[in-house]
């Protein structure tokens, strides 16, 4: 039962991994096969809000949403969780400040921000922990999206995947930017959801992934402690590539990327034999987020004019 008739709108960031989380062991329960490792985007991300209502409507960014619809059907049944068959009809209204032009997926804020006023709506009071493990079961992503800075997801060993939960790490990087690179902004044809099923299904080559994941996870750890960009860089590109390299084994294959990644990702290998600083990583979509420190901001931006930057730590 809701605690009131209206909330007020809550907001998770959206994050990008730096250290993947590709393959499930448990698909009803989103439990991964390997732990992963975020960045918050600060204040890109989805604000959500509940409210009374005398029928189940959903409304993103502004605009109501058809019933019948994929994600009014996804956003009403990870509701119907918690208020159970014969709760009363609710109103949710969410809204992404990332730019639809950054093609950059929401899910991860979405489900997060989701739960966050589901919490609040009917008065649950769930600990950080709870939060996290029931978000990842709208979205694996979503339970990094409780948190900003570096957030670690952490596999987990129980089968109930109470322990399935992200933590965020106690370190600041100031400096750190991520530029976003759009490559293009047409729905994908294959959700990261089914990309990963298939390539846990069919891949040979994904039977190394658990250990490239693990190894990185440990160079990820060691490059924020130490502050060391370089192997911050090098880890989460390698990681990316890694990944890509699973689906691109897959049958079908699944290659999600276009000409433009290729172009882009040759101009960024270009730029760093030039001597400038930058890496990137790609998630389950064809555009590229670039990774270099504030003081390498200026010469990443004449490789890049049109990249979108963000200053994680503020
Ligand atoms: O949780 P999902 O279904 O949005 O899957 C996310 C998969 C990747 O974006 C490719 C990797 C990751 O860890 O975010």
Redo the contacts with the bound molecule.
């Keep these: 039962t809701p605690v009131g008739e209206t909330i007020a709108p809550v907001f998770a960031p959206s ?3 730096l ?4 393959g499930k062991r448990d698909v009803e329960l ?1 439990l991964p096969i390997n732990s ?1 490792l ?1 960045i918050s985007l600060a204040h890109l991300g989805t604000q959500t809000r509940l409210s009374v209502s005398d029928e189940d409507a959903v409304w993103l960014n502004g605009e109501k949403v058809a019933a019948q619809d994929k994600f009014a059907r996804k956003v009403i049944a990870f509701i119907d969780l918690f208020r159970g068959p014969q709760g009363s009809p609710v109103k949710v209204e969410t809204d992404n400040n990332i730019p639809t032009a950054a093609g950059l ?1 929401s ?2 804020s979405g489900f997060a921000a989701l739960m966050l006023a589901i919490d609040g709506f009917y008065g649950l009071k769930l600990d950080p922990q709870c939060l996290s493990a029931f978000a990842r079961m709208g ?4 339970s ?1 999206s409780l948190y900003t800075g570096f957030v670690e ?1 952490q596999m987990g060993v129980r089968e109930d995947g109470m322990d399935s939960i992200a933590l965020p790490l106690d370190s600041h990087w100031d400096a750190l930017r991520i530029g976003l690179v759009k490559v293009s902004v047409a729905e994908k044809a294959v ?3 089914s ?2 099923n298939r390539t846990v299904e069919t891949a040979h080559l994904y039977q190394s992934w658990p250990l490239q994941a693990a190894a990185d996870l440990e160079r990820l750890h060691q490059a924020i402690a130490d502050k060391n960009f370089t192997q911050l860089g090098e880890t989460a590109e390698q990681n990316a590539l890694s ?1 890509h390299a699973t689906m691109i084994a897959a049958w079908p294959p699944l290659l999600y990327w276009q000409p433009g990644s290729v172009a882009a990702m040759h101009r960024i290998w270009q730029a760093r034999a030039e001597g400038v600083e930058v890496y990137f990583t790609m ?2 979509g064809p555009n590229l987020k670039l990774l270099f420190t504030a003081e390498a901001e200026a010469a990443v931006k004449h490789y890049f004019p049109d990249m979108e930057v963000i200053a994680p730590f503020g």
């Design positions: 994050n990008i991994a250290c993947k989380y590709w989103n992963s975020s997926a899910s991860a979205s694996g992503s979503a990094r997801w959700d990261s959801r990309g990963m990944m998630d389950a």
